[in-house]
């Protein structure tokens, strides 16, 4: 665990991810992290792995590639990657790895979820920021087709199930486990399953 000092507090309260949670809930996000030393080279995920983790960069580098080792964008210190993945549950669409010796924070999603179990405000506010990052990066990028439809439903996704969560936490006796488990369900039962074929030949993927 790191060092819970103000200075850190204030840069990651910069951060889009945490934009708008107070500095409690900050701290408590800190208190979950694990650091790690990464080398030149290190991969922290490959393209369809799951998404168990997601890393705050302190120092150095790190490199976002397709899967034919095309660079996709370069992160710089103090940002987030791998946030979305951890609450869509969706697998690694890059590979990550660093461009140079490196400093992260690394959050497990077990972690994150036992932390925004107890926090379930802290966990709507995330949502709600995931949702503007997925938006912006949409307007910004040059994003193949394939690409811009996957993040449209992720938007979709995650507005959906915000919407649900507000209205089963209303309720009284559920556990994260119950809420996750409905939401789940119901979300699959409000949209039909829907298949997105890449522009790449003999590529396709179901959501």
């Known amino acids: 665990m790191p060092v819970v000092s103000k200075s850190l507090v204030g840069a990651l309260k910069t951060i889009p991810v945490f934009k708008e949670l107070s500095p409690s809930q900050v701290k408590s996000m800190l208190r979950i992290c694990d650091n790690r030393e990464l080398e030149e080279g290190h991969v922290l995920c490959h393209r369809d792995s799951p998404a168990e983790e997601m890393y705050i960069l302190l120092g150095g580098k790190l490199a976002v590639k397709k899967p034919d080792g095309s660079l996709v964008i370069t992160v710089s210190p103090v940002n987030t990657v791998g946030e ?69 439903m992720m938007i979709a996704e995650l507005t959906a199930k915000m919407g649900i969560m ?33 522009d790449e030949p003999v590529v396709r993927r179901a959501f």
Do not use: C, H, W
């Open 166 to 198: 507000y209205e089963l936490l209303e309720k009284q006796g559920l556990d994260r486990a119950a809420v996750e488990q409905q939401v789940a369900k119901r979300y699959r039962e409000s949209v039909p399953q829907i298949l997105i074929v890449d």
């Open 84 to 152: 979305t993945g951890i609450v869509t549950r969706q697998p690694r669409s890059v590979r990550i790895e660093a461009m140079e010796p490196s400093r992260i924070l690394l959050i497990t999603k077990t972690n994150f979820d036992g932390l925004t179990d107890k926090q379930p405000d802290m966990l709507m506010r995330i949502y709600r920021n995931l949702i503007e990052i997925v938006s912006t990066r949409i307007l910004k990028e040059n994003v193949r087709v394939a690409d811009f439809q996957r993040q449209k």
